[in-house]
């Protein structure tokens, strides 16, 4: 059974880069047949994919915060992290990683967490 935990700090000030971890259980990140995502949803909107990293480690992200995001890998520790620059109140959202099929479906994802950005 895949299993997926974010970790990271649930409160920041603006400005600040968030970073994010996602740690993968029961299936390994290099596996040729998935890639890994992170998506987020702000209180009260829907869910907002930010970016994916593929089996090799290529990377695509959202054309909306492509210039605020970056998303690389561990793969010794089978984990994988978002970063996001810049952060305003308007990144205040729950943010989740998942695994994302060939065909762009996400079968497993992370409880998530919760990110707060304040001053």
């Known amino acids: 059974q895949v299993q997926l935990q974010e970790s990271g700090p649930g409160l920041m000030k603006p400005s600040q880069t968030l970073s994010l971890t996602c740690t993968v259980s029961?299936?390994?990140?290099?596996?040729?047949?998935?890639?890994w995502s992170w998506i987020r949803q702000p209180p009260g909107k829907g869910l907002e994919w930010m970016g994916v990293i593929t089996y090799s480690g290529n990377t695509y992200y959202s054309p909306s915060l492509k210039s605020r995001t970056s998303i690389s890998r561990d793969t010794s520790k089978n984990q994988f992290t978002l970063q996001l620059s810049s952060v305003t109140p308007e990144d205040t959202a729950v943010y989740y990683c998942a695994r994302t099929t060939l065909g762009s479906s996400m079968d497993y994802w992370g409880k998530g967490t919760l990110v707060t950005v304040s001053s």
């Open positions: 029961g299936g390994s990140i290099t596996t040729n047949i998935y890639y």
